[in-house]
């Protein structure tokens, strides 16, 4: 089994910072990638940040210049760094792994999961 635990979510006011971390845990054996989705209420799902292993990053042009994805591949755990928040931030922030896990000696399965998401309100 993998775990993803998210944690970092929260109430902010307009023009505040967050930071958000997701680490991986359990079975999970490698990760070739980790992002970011937000969705809110009436809006479709969408990529705000990505990073792959080796350090390739993609951003959301609405949050160029205010959000900055991290990682730690040794503790298998990606961060989202959130300045200058805005009202239109709010969401509901959700991590995806994307990866292998392990299932016994020298036997993998392909893993893409999802975080069960964490709160993020901006409002004063």
């Known amino acids: 089994q993998v775990q993803l635990v998210e944690s970092g979510g929260g109430l902010v006011e307009p023009g505040g910072s967050l930071r958000l971390s997701c680490a991986a845990s359990?079975?999970?054996?490698?990760?070739?990638?980790m992002g970011w989705y937000r969705q809110a209420p009436g809006k479709p799902r969408e990529l705000v940040a990505a990073?792959?292993?080796?350090?390739?990053?993609n951003y959301a042009d609405s949050v160029k210049g205010r959000f900055t994805i991290s990682r730690d591949n040794a503790k298998n755990t990606v961060y989202l760094q959130m300045k200058s928040l805005k009202p239109e931030d709010t969401a509901v922030y959700i991590c995806?792994?994307?990866?292998?896990?392990?299932?016994?000696?020298?036997?993998?399965?392909?893993?893409?999961?999802w975080g069960q998401g964490t709160q993020v309100t901006v409002s004063s």
């Open positions: 995806n792994v994307d990866g292998f896990m392990s299932h016994g000696p020298g036997v993998f399965r392909k893993y893409d999961g």
């Open positions: 359990g079975s999970i054996f490698s990760i070739n990638a």
């Open positions: 990073i792959t292993r080796s350090g390739s990053t």
